[in-house]
Structures are given as C-alpha cells and as structure tokens.
C-alpha cells in the first residue's frame, strides 16, 4: 500500500508540474502576449514562444519545459522502482499534464520538450532521449518530412516501435509508448490535411 502512495504521489507530482504551462504564461506576463491567440496552430508551446515573445524567452521557455519533464522522473527514481509497470506511468505523466493540463484540459501543447525531459530524467540511461534525437534529426535533416506536424508523428512513430525492439526493461518500454502515443494524438487533433513531403538531404 505504501508503495503505491509513492507511485500516485509521483504520477500526482509529474502530471502538476507538467500542467504549468510556462510556454503560455511567461511571453503573457513578461511580454504582455498570447502566443496562443497570435499562433494558427494556438499551441502553448516553446516554438511559438520563440517565435511571437523573442529567442530569449523562447530559450527559458524550452529550458523550463525540458525541466519539469526531467525533475519529477529523476527525483522519482531514487525513492521508487524503475523496473515495476507503475513506473511507466510516473515516465509519461508530465507529459500528459502538458497535452492535458489540469486548469486548460483541452488546450495542452504537443509536448515535444517536455517528452525529451522525461526521458534525460532516466539519467545515466541515455538512450532513450538519444534514439529519440536521433529519428529527429533523421527526419529533419537527412531524410526530410515536411511539414513539422507530419515529422513528428514520424519521429515518434519510429521511437515507439524502435523502443518496443531494442529497450528491455518493460517499464520504459511502457513509459516511452505512453509518451510516443501522447504526442502522436496531440499533433493528429491539430491536422489540418497538410500534404506530406519527403526529400532527401541536398535534394
């Protein structure tokens, strides 16, 4: 019983302080903007941060949406154990509470950083957040995918069925198949029938 309480404590702990939408509140009171309202995607995310309030706020946006992804997991796995299911969800958790924040459920980001903070918060275990960068830079730099939203569902798509084949433990498998599926459906609700397209580097 005990045990459990320490798995929806962190769970509780990870889905809060993925909920703080720092992409949304700090160009709002630091810049007087609403890069939600100014966007045509109105995604409180980092890349519309960095865009409508500036490169500087963008960077202490993405910074703070990195580490409310990583601070919750790393803190969780010195109390908790890695290796049971349960852990899979305290993994995923901040990033269902930044696709479905607590106070602005249906309007949540894409959680591109915060999934990318997750999975540095399994620290030493880099390979997670690795295989990750590396479809992402796969897609955006050699085999391109255009527009953003049809490159992230591919990244995400391929680190799902990569971490299914090479990853071991069973609750990061389960914790990054979360993640994966989260932000898939999160870039789907915003789709708007963009045509894909796919070229090769130098092409």
């Known amino acids: 019983m005990i045990n459990l ?18 992409a949304y509140w700090i160009p709002k009171y630091f810049c007087h903007i609403d890069p ?3 966007s045509t995607d109105q995604n409180p995310g980092a890349f519309n941060a960095f865009k409508y309030a500036g490169w ?5 946006c993405i910074f703070l949406d990195v580490l409310k992804g990583f601070v919750p997991v790393y803190l969780s ?4 154990d890695a290796n049971s299911m349960l852990y899979g969800l305290v993994l995923a958790a901040p990033v269902f509470g930044h ?5 602005h459920f249906t309007n949540g980001g894409k959680a591109i950083a915060v999934s ?4 540095l918060g399994l620290f030493p275990n880099l390979y997670p957040v690795i295989l990750l960068a590396i479809f992402y830079l796969l897609f955006s730099f050699i085999i391109v995918i ?6 992230s569902i591919a990244t995400y798509a391929c680190f799902l069925f990569a971490s299914i084949l090479t990853t071991s433990k069973s609750s990061i ?3 990054t198949a979360l993640i994966s599926c989260i932000v898939i459906f999160k870039h789907l609700l915003k789709y708007k029938k963009e045509p894909v397209s796919i070229r090769l580097l130098g092409r």
Do not use: D, E, Q
């Not at 309480?5 to 720092?22: A, E, K, P, R, T």
């Not at 500087?56 to 202490?60: A, E, L, P, Q, S």
């Not at 696709?99 to 106070?103: E, K, N, Q």
């Open 173 to 175: 498998v389960l914790g």
């Open 36 to 38: 939600v309202k100014l």
């Open 77 to 80: 796995s010195k109390y908790i």
């Open 56 to 60: 500087k706020i963008g960077f202490v």
């Open 99 to 103: 696709a479905f924040p607590i106070f």
């Open 5 to 22: 309480f320490s798995y929806g404590c962190f769970i509780l702990l990870g889905y809060l302080s993925g909920s703080i939408l720092y």
């Open 116 to 119: 990318f903070g997750c999975l």
């Open 146 to 151: 255009g527009p953003h939203l049809h490159r």
